[in-house]
């Protein structure tokens, strides 16, 4: 039967790892910080118009988005499309989301909701105002439209 010996002979230094954990840890705050998460897909192109006054909205999460322009995607068509959350929708379908989307706050806040529409600068005006109506019906009265802010004479 063959015997094993144990060798004493050391190959060299061990590494010291001892910040090998403050590194790690350094670079998941780094990513954290660095990545921009986005919960919704666009669908559609939004090229916003340039105004010259803007105001920031505060709170953003007491916002609901409705996106309208041309899709990205040209097998969808040309023709401007809404979109509500991370599907297209059609205008008929605009006032069972701003109900869904109101009753999943407390009732002290949904006075306080607002919803912005993202509209690309090529839509016509009609699917807008299609759009407003829909949102006077379930009484969504303040209304932003949303827009880079700059010089109007030369960015058109």
């Known amino acids: 039967m063959a015997t094993f010996k144990k060798s004493n002979k050391k190959d060299g230094t061990a590494i010291n790892t001892s910040a090998l954990p403050d590194i790690v840890f350094m670079l998941l705050f780094f990513f954290m910080v660095a990545t921009k998460m986005r919960d919704k897909d666009v669908m559609v192109k939004t090229a916003v118009p340039v105004v010259s006054e803007v105001e920031k909205v505060e709170k953003k999460s007491w916002v609901n988005f409705i996106l309208v322009g041309p899709p990205l ?3 969808k068509g040309t023709a401007p499309r ?7 929708a059609e205008v008929d379908e605009v006032q069972d989301f701003i109900i869904l989307r109101r009753n999943e706050f407390p009732p002290a806040i949904r006075d306080y909701l607002t919803t912005s529409i993202k509209a690309d600068r090529t839509v016509r005006m009609g699917l807008i105002q299609d759009v407003k109506q829909e949102l006077r019906q379930v009484n969504s009265l303040k209304l932003l439209y949303s827009a880079n802010s700059g010089d ?5």
Do not use: E, G, H, Y
């Open 73 to 75: 995607d040209a097998s």
């Open 82 to 88: 809404i979109q509500l959350d991370d599907k297209f």
């Open 152 to 156: 109007v004479k030369t960015r058109r």
